[in-house]
Structure formats: structure tokens, C-alpha cells
């Protein structure tokens, strides 16, 4: 054999060990869940055990991409589901930025216009990918494979449809469920939606909670902590931010619960897995 055969050669086998890899990674019966580390804002991004991909929010800027980079492959340039679970910059931002990146198959909205550029280009971005556009409500539950779902726990019925509502209080909540395994996310919803979900009769028991809106003193409060019961409480949340989220109170109220406490602020990503039992850091 000559020398350009044998590079080619060990090219070829160098790559079919990286695609293998890949194979393996997604086939192992883990569900992975990572609060990404986009500063002041959320960005959530999940893989199922068949190896579906969800990504809720994507905070302000393009940081967005730089984590995805660091949890997906680099030749992965589709992402399954996006949602959007409201309309605010900190939040929609970044997925303008994952739509021009990324291949989204299916956009999940609240169903609310705002009356900003970020939301125009949001907006326009979708229609341009021609991703299919769905809008959420309490009730629906997606099936992501491998057993996995993602239960649609708000906006409730009829509150898009109050005069009052104003883009941004229109939240997506939903909890994903593997096994005995949940997640609850919780987008900036306050005080009104927390006991709201609290009394609803739905289960909002949950191992781990991204916590509502960055940690804000108008939310976490006491009888939403208690049906959660949370053993790990995860704040979304930009270092030095000027809203002074995560607030005290929100903190103390939480720590009551004996949740462990992440903050992306100060702990990084936050990478967890479950083999729909266990939890495991990743
Ligand atoms: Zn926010």
C-alpha cells in the first residue's frame, strides 16, 4: 500500500470510531437534561434516550450556540422541538439565533404576539426555516421517545384569552417524565401561576425544578416549594445582573425544601442524566 492509502485509511477508521461513538452515546438508555450557562436568561436543553432533541428557550444572545456546541455533536445541525415558553428577550433571543444555525423541525409557542424587533425576527425566522408551529396549552403531552414526555402544564386554558394577560405572563410550564424521573420547568411564572399549579390537582412533584423566573422574590414561594419538593433546584440566572436575581428570599425559601441549589451564575451548566431511575451529574 502506499502512504496515501494508508492516510486515507486511518482517516476512514478514525471517523467510523467517532461515528460510533456517537451511536453509542445517544443508545444508552439515558435521558439528559442541561440548564445551559446563557447568563441572565434560561436555555434548557434535553436528549432523550432515542436521542430526540428539545430545547426550551435560549436567553438573550448568541451564547446560546456556544453551549449547544459543548453538549451536541459537531456535526449535529438539527435540533427536533424548540419552545418558546414566552416572548421576553432573554428567552426567545438566543433562538433566534439557533434557528439561523440550526435545522428546527417544530416550534412550540405560547400562542402571543409582542410588539418588539426580537420578537418580529423570531417570528420571521420561524416562517423562513418553515418549521411546523404549535401552540401549547395545559392538557398536551408530547411523546419524545424512549418512553420519555414532556406534559404541557400551562398556559391554562383561557388565559391567553383574558384582557388582561399580557404577553410575557403567558407561560409555557411543562414537566418531563422518564420513569420515576421529573423535571419541572418553570419559565418566569410568579406568584399567581405558582399557586395556580399548586391547587390545579395536577402532580407537580418533581427531582429536579429549573427555578421560576431567575430566582425572582415573587416567585418560589412556600406551597409551590412543597408540592415540587425538589431535590435539586436549579437558578438560570446572569452573574451581576441588574434585576439582583437570584433574591434572598427566593433563596431562603427554597433552602427550607433541603434541595441541592445550582446556580449557572456560579456553578456553570448544569448536565444531568437518568436511566429513568437514577439521577447521575454528566
Ligand atoms: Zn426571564
Known sequence: MDRWKIIVLVILSFMSVLIWRAVFAQSDGQLKVVILNVGQGDAIFIETPT??????????????????????????????????????ADHI????????????????????????????EFDGLIDDEGSVRHTAIAGQSLA????????????????????????????????LVYGQSEVL???????????????SG???????LKVAHHGSKNSSTNLFMDRVRPAIAVISVGENNRYGHPHKEAIDRIVKTGARILRTDIDGRACF??????????
Open 51 to 88: 436521542g430526540t432533541q428539545v430545547l426550551i428557550d435560549g436567553g438573550a444572545g448568541s451564547r446560546v450556540l456556544g453551549e449547544l456546541a459543548g453538549v451536541m455533536s459537531f456535526y449535529d445541525r438539527s435540533i427536533d422541538i424548540v419552545i418558546a415558553t414566552h416572548t421576553d
Open 93 to 120: 433571543g438566543g433562538l433566534a439565533e439557533v434557528l439561523q444555525r440550526y435545522d428546527v423541525a417544530t416550534v412550540i409557542e405560547n400562542g402571543m404576539t409582542a410588539d418588539t424587533a426580537i420578537w418580529r
Open 144 to 175: 419524545l421517545g424512549g418512553g420519555a414526555r414532556l406534559d404541557i402544564l400551562g398556559p391554562a386554558k383561557g388565559e391567553r384569552d383574558e384582557l388582561t394577560s399580557k404577553a410575557n405572563d403567558v407561560m409555557i410550564v411543562s414537566r
Open 185 to 199: 420547568f418553570t419559565g418566569d411564572i410568579e406568584r399567581d401561576d405558582e399557586v395556580r399549579l399548586a391547587l
Open 202 to 208: 395536577t402532580n407537580i412533584q418533581s427531582d429536579m
Open 273 to 282: 442524566s437518568s436511566n429513568g431511575f437514577i439521577w447521575s451529574e454528566c
